[in-house]
């Protein structure tokens, strides 16, 4: 099957991806101005945004929830709530209307998050294909390009509003699309207390969803930081570490569409991993800017896959009944990750230096994937059922 009827038959879930991926660009792409318009110090705006995020981790776990009372409108909902809240962030002037704009944000990104994964496993297991790592490739592609376009806007002297109005433009289409027909809507939750959620397998898949995005959040959050003041780079050279990231990633995951039909996934997540990891032990080491980009593109390319493979795997072992709160858990579990990142390497660096920071990251990661992978694959090989 070609790329293009591939991307046909994951459109709808497609749709949920490429919009989450142009909102968060856009509003990272704006966060300066955005940060000025409020007047917050670094602080207060680093602990409204946490408290914003807890309200995804939330919508993650009650995204199930979310499904029972809006069906088959629950994500085209989340995506537009979404849009509308960085847009109510766009037009605030003063901390607490920007706290409440961005949490609503946060909450429609969870449940889009979390049920266009839903909808990518629900295509793979009727379709025998495998999607995931093609819709999480439009993920990074549309980020990049959209923090791209963002930046010409502003360049131009489009306002924060001005752009998130066009972020709500976009959310409408978005949402046409994901709109699923009456006939065919994801699966109904099995609520009954013996629903056949295969618990350890939930656990064992989330933590490696954390640690990929870990790995992917301590890169993208201090590749910068890393690049200009551990290597002596200037602005334009820091700002090229979270870019190679962005490409890279999107480029691994690309590769990985076309590859997970050829190999079996938890090996293919330990390859990638043991790529990852080779990557930050080169960011860490790297006594030259050209050597960190190096080490950069290797752990874009190894970690971005493992997140969509997990995914795309908790989808397949579970019965379909399960899939939506199986996902929905393991996407909550992984998501923690953004909340241990920054003191994880803050910590880090503070005690030992940053080098050392990307060092403890890689043996976490390889760690867990010692782990992990081989328990995984014996309960996966006593359900031999669910595949």
């Not at 376009?149 to 709500?168: C, D, H, K, N, Y």
């Not at 699923?180 to 699966?187: F, G, V, W």
């Not at 969803?209 to 200037?234: C, D, K, M, P, Q």
């Amino acid at each position: 099957m070609s790329l293009l009827a591939d991307l046909w038959l994951s459109r709808k879930s497609l749709a949920g991806f490429v919009i989450v991926g142009a909102a968060w660009s856009s509003y990272f792409a704006q966060m300066p101005v955005i940060k000025a318009a409020i007047g917050a110090s670094d602080g207060v705006y680093g602990a409204v945004m946490l408290l914003a995020s807890l309200g995804a981790l939330a919508a993650m776990w009650l995204a199930p929830l979310a499904h029972r009372l809006a069906g088959r409108w629950a994500l085209p909902l989340g995506a537009m709530l979404m849009c509308l809240g960085m847009l109510g962030a766009g037009l605030s002037a003063e901390i607490v209307a920007f706290g409440v704009a961005m949490t609503l944000a946060s909450v429609g990104a969870g449940v889009t998050d979390v049920l266009a994964n839903v909808r990518v496993s629900d295509i793979e297991a009727r379709s025998g294909r495998h999607l995931m790592n093609l819709n999480h490739a439009m993920f990074s592609f549309t980020y990049a390009g959209c923090a791209l376009s963002t930046g010409i806007m502003r360049e131009a002297g489009w306002s924060p509003a001005q752009v998130f109005t066009v972020l709500v433009g976009l959310a409408v289409v978005s949402g046409w699309i994901m709109l699923e027909a009456r006939t065919r809507d994801l699966p109904e939750e099995d609520t009954s207390p013996d629903a056949p959620l295969p618990h350890l397998l939930v656990w064992g898949v989330g933590a490696l969803v954390l640690v990929a995005f870990l790995t992917e959040a301590a890169s993208e959050g201090w590749s910068a930081l890393h690049l200009e003041r551990t290597l002596g780079g200037g602005p334009a050279e820091g700002a090229l570490g979270p870019a190679l990231l962005g490409l890279s990633m999107g480029i691994g995951r690309l590769s990985g569409h076309f590859l997970s039909d050829r190999l079996p996934t938890l090996p293919f997540i330990t390859v990638a991993s043991v790529v990852a990891a080779g990557g930050l032990l080169l960011v860490g080491a790297a006594p030259t800017l050209m050597m960190a980009y190096v080490g950069f593109a290797l752990t874009g390319l190894g970690i971005s896959v493992v997140a969509p493979l997990a995914l795309a795997l908790i989808g397949r072992i579970v019965p379909p009944k399960a899939r939506l709160a199986a996902i929905s858990r393991a996407s909550a579990l992984g998501y923690a990750a953004f909340f241990i990142s920054p003191p994880l390497m803050g910590f880090t660096s503070e005690l030992f230096g940053l080098r050392a920071g990307f060092w403890v990251v890689a043996a976490l990661l390889m760690i867990c994937i010692a782990v992990l992978v081989p328990v995984l694959a014996a309960r996966i090989t006593a359900r031999p059922q669910t595949f």
